[in-house]
């Protein structure tokens, strides 16, 4: 089953494995990482910590072994995904 929505928690610490792992997804900025609005059914940037939104449909299953590697890179453990 693919992974519907992934989001960022506090306490990124900007050292980019997600963005490396994954750049369709990731964007690290000078204060933290963000989720794409390109891959985001809402369309907005940010950590979709409070939305939740869902990744769109037709991008799920391609993006999964991404951000389970971005995941699994994250030193902190702040990638969160359903």
Known sequence: MAIKTVWIEEGCILCNAC???????????DSTCVIKGSVR?????DENRNAKS????????????GIKSAAAACPVEVIKCE
């Open 19 to 29: 963005e490396s792992e994954s750049p369709d997804v990731f964007l690290v900025t």
């Open 41 to 45: 059914e809402d369309g907005q940037e």
């Open 54 to 65: 869902p990744l769109k449909a037709a991008l799920q299953a391609s993006l999964e072994a």
